[in-house]
């Protein structure tokens, strides 16, 4: 799809200075513009490139002023940075727009959806599904019975979610995510054996969350796995059965959060951080990756360590961890 300098001014609210016909159909860095390119400059940094960018049309400041002649068309704007990230929603939005129901795909007699549903080939929509207005489920995802799904909510290609589970509005969740799996639990028996304990609960996503590719979250044995409004997951966590999320809380890639875990909200967890199970992490806690969390963590605390222990003392405590060989030797020559 192309746009004129003209219409991107248009959208943007901008003045344009140069050719308002000239016409752009990608994005790029400046330094790595082309014909046909629409870029921006906001880091002064960058400021070199604008005379030497091939792109045919480049966002910058209103206050800019050029101290050669430019190649490119600008779109004088009053924060290039806001602007073109408001570009960049607006194109995701038109590259993403689909409507209609593909075939094949199956819709159970019972389901109930609102106004313009995407639904990609080859998905299923299980029994007494209810679904929103402009919700978009991309190819191969499955929908089990009795799931609801609120309005604005983007379900890519291969996400599975299964039977009971609620989710809110203006939800996205990525490709390879499983949502409302069994949660892991397993009775020991005198021969050493297991015994499946039946997960019978469910899972609730609140509204405005995001949750990235290959995550799984777990339902509850009784009860709900929760995660509240705002949370942001990355992909490939695994969240427990009976967890709670609290809201705006963003955890990054590969961390694990064991079972019946309450996490406050507002908090921030690096990756590959390792949570067990039947904690209480307070709110605004800051996590850093790698970390390990085995006790309950009062409200605004910032850890690190395996164990975790307070960010400032595992700082101060590195700086003899790395220094140990030259310590040890030092105390051997007092002792002598």
Do not use: W
């Not at 779109?75 to 590259?95: G, H, M, P, R, T």
Request: with cysteine; proline share 3%.
């Amino acid at each position: 799809m192309k746009f004129t300098a003209e219409q991107i001014a248009g959208i943007l609210q901008g003045e344009v200075v140069g050719n308002p016909a000239v016409e752009v159909f990608r994005l790029s860095k400046i330094e790595e513009g082309s014909d046909g390119s629409l870029t921006f400059l906001s880091n002064p940094k960058y400021l070199n490139y604008i005379y030497s960018t091939k792109a045919s049309v480049t966002i910058v400041n209103d206050t800019f002023v050029a101290d050669t002649e430019l190649t490119t068309t600008l779109i004088k704007v009053q924060d290039a940075y806001a602007a073109f990230s408001k570009l960049l929603a607006y194109y995701n939005e038109v590259k993403q727009h689909k409507s209609g129901i593909e075939q094949p795909s199956y819709i159970a007699p019972t389901v109930i959806y609102g106004e313009n549903l995407y639904l990609g080939s080859f998905s299923y929509l299980g029994e007494n599904v209810v679904i929103g207005n402009n919700v978009k489920i991309y190819p191969n995802c499955f929908i089990g019975d009795n799931v609801v799904l609120g309005n604005n909510v983007t379900l890519f290609a291969g996400t599975k979610i299964y039977s009971e589970t609620i989710i809110g509005n203006n939800c996205t969740i990525h490709s390879g995510a499983v949502i409302g799996s069994d949660g892991f639990g397993f009775a020991p028996n005198p021969d050493g054996t297991y015994t499946k304990i039946p997960q019978i609960g469910n899972v609730i996503i609140e509204d405005n969350v995001d949750i990235g590719s290959c995550t799984t979250v777990d339902r509850a044995t009784m009860g709900s796995t929760i995660i509240r409004k705002g949370v942001k997951l990355d992909n490939q966590i695994q969240i427990a059965h009976n967890v709670e999320i609290g809201e705006n809380t963003v955890i990054a890639a590969q961390t694990g959060v064991a079972g019946s875990t309450k996490i406050g909200k507002n908090g921030m967890i690096g990756g590959q951080v390792g949570i067990s199970g039947h904690l209480h992490i307070g709110d605004n806690v800051r996590i850093q990756a790698q970390s390990g969390i085995g006790k309950n963590i009062k409200d605004n605390e910032i850890l690190q360590g395996s164990p975790a222990f307070a960010y400032n003392d595992f700082s101060k405590s590195f700086v003899h961890f790395k220094n140990l060989p030259k310590i040890v030797a030092e105390i051997k020559e007092l002792k002598k």
